[in-house]
């Protein structure tokens, strides 16, 4: 989807981050140049220093004049952000929250996809069986901030924090996810994951507008499961599953749990999408400070990532290239594990494969 946008030419933010962030954004770099020079297209990087490190020295986290910034920009490609000294929290809402409402990345998009090769927990599960998409909202729900609190501190506290649900967030969301249905052309299925049982409100406007949009993609099948049967039907049955879409604080849960299903966070990325403007696309694994320097961990998130990027600039091609190195190193078994440490190589190493089987 963008295919509109493609154009050849992009100018892409980077924010390497924190602990092992510089040396898998590195490495994803690495296999950009790959395909640039394959597919003849044109990077303009620009760098930007953001992440704890900056935080701990400066007191500044992400200036709206950074945004501004953002705006001009194609895209935006994230190492990872998270420092051991900045306490839990600061960063997550200071930066990446902030970029997503901001930039109004109003989709995460987290492809689930077993490539070969690749150990998966799941007992008698292959890539034939795992192979869907999460589409989920990421502009609101539990993650506005509304809310408050009222007697702080003492036994009469209340904490009210809102679920927020609009037909705009909403019906732009389900669209998106048709189209990702339409376009994978897999089952044809979406399925709407949700708790309609007992959030009784913002259930029926999901499911009422998964009807509605799809009155414009009738040959799509609609299909709807709470959310905690979709845990488990995600283990026992993942290929019921073709598209879900669901809510931001539903597909923060389940796309944790769907990334073990497909070996873990060593492969697993998203993008945070705004399909009509500047997105983000970011390896779903932290800053792993103790591996940081070690040229130790799996670059391969990060990689796929900007396989992503690409996919949604338009450039389908080049996006397909690094999905088939991806495949073709774990397939073939080049990477022994996607775990940090134990690939059988180094960081480095496992970049330089995957350029390598991209130039040919
Ligand atoms: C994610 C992360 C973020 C989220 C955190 C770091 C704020 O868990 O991208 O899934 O909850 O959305
Ligand atoms: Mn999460």
């Not at 992009?10 to 040396?23: N, R, S, W």
């Not at 902030?98 to 070969?116: C, E, G, S, T």
């Amino acid at each position: 989807m963008g295919n509109q946008r493609k154009k050849g030419t992009y100018k892409i933010g980077v924010i390497p981050g924190d602990g092992v962030g510089p040396e898998i954004i590195r490495e994803g770099l690495k296999v950009l140049e790959a395909v640039r020079q394959k597919f003849s297209l044109k990077f303009e990087l620009v760098n930007y220093d953001f992440g704890g490190e900056r935080y701990l020295k400066t007191g500044e986290i992400l200036p709206d004049s950074a945004i501004e910034e953002f705006r001009k920009l194609d895209a935006i490609y994230l190492g990872a952000v998270g420092h051991p000294d900045v306490k839990p929290g600061i960063l997550e809402h200071g930066l990446l929250l902030k970029l997503r409402f901001a930039l109004d990345q109003y989709i995460n998009l987290r492809p689930v996809k077993l490539y070969p090769g690749v150990w998966t927990p799941i007992k008698d599960k292959g890539p034939e069986q795992i192979d869907y998409v999460v589409v989920r909202e990421n502009t609101e729900g539990a993650y506005t901030g509304m809310g408050g609190c009222f007697k702080k501190g003492t036994p009469d506290e209340i904490a009210v924090q809102e679920d927020v649900n609009t037909r705009k967030g909403v019906e732009r969301c389900i669209r998106y996810a048709y189209k990702v249905c339409q376009r994978r052309n897999r089952l044809k299925k979406i399925t709407c994951c949700d708790k309609a049982n007992v959030l009784t409100y913002a259930g029926d406007l999901w499911r009422r507008t998964l009807v509605e949009v799809g009155r414009d993609f009738p040959d799509i099948k609609q299909d709807y499961a709470f959310v905690d049967a979709t845990t488990m039907w995600m283990i026992k049955n993942p290929e019921w599953f073709d598209v879900i879409v669901t809510n931001n604080m539903f597909g923060d849960i389940i796309t944790d749990l769907a990334a073990v299903t497909q070996g873990g966070l060593g492969i697993a990325a998203g993008g945070n999408i705004n399909p009509e403007g500047v997105s983000m696309f970011e390896p779903i694994h932290g800053s792993a400070p103790k591996y940081t320097g070690q040229n130790v961990i799996c670059p391969v998130a990060t990689i796929a990532a900007g396989g992503m990027m690409l996919d949604t600039l338009g450039e389908t091609e080049a996006a397909l290239a690094i999905e088939a190195a991806v495949a073709k190193a774990t397939g073939e078994g080049h990477l022994k594990s996607l775990e940090a440490k134990k690939m059988g190589m180094s960081t480095s190493e496992a970049g330089d494969l995957l350029a390598r089987f991209i130039s040919g």
